[in-house]
């Protein structure tokens, strides 16, 4: 399917930061037209209800999408946050099981996190990692020029009326 606008299709995902002392739980929720990352946030449990945190403050702050694309995660197959996107009339996606390369912009994003940010920096706790993040995705969606985008930030993009 050829994704021609922002909004047309939202996609999510939950990555796992490992810490000092345990490990964290990051999800996002990113446009794929724009790879735009609309919201973001941390945990140190994997539960639904960081999923639908950031699925409230995607819509909240960004409309709704078309169609919205997970993998099938317990998190994302949750009545609770299934009903949260019937509600607002999007079509749901989910991945068939073991496809990896279904979500691949934002295991992309994930492989740029860890690498760009996580790996560089010796976070301790989880304020300095949400500190850290805050402002490594300021950086990603309004700095980091991206050559498959025509060296647009993805700000630009997503800004763009389309």
Known sequence: MKIER?????????????????????CAIIDLYSRYVLSWNISNTMDTALCIGVLKDALQHHGKPKIFN????????????????ED??????????????????????????KYECIYLNAFEN??????????????????????????QTLEKLFRKIV
């Open 6 to 26: 922002k909004n047309h299709v939202w996609a999510t995902d939950i990555t796992f930061i490992p810490m000092p002392k345990g490990h964290m739980y990051l």
């Open 88 to 113: 607002q009339g999007v079509m749901i996606s989910m991945d068939s099981v073991g496809r990896a390369l279904d979500n691949i912009f934002i295991e992309r994003l994930w492989r740029s996190v």
């Open 126 to 151: 989880g304020v300095q990692l949400y500190q850290g993040l805050e402002q490594y995705f300021k950086f990603y969606n309004c700095e980091r020029k991206h050559q498959s985008l025509d060296y």
């Open 70 to 85: 997970s993998d099938q995660g317990s998190q994302f197959t949750s009545p609770n946050f299934i009903n949260i996107l």
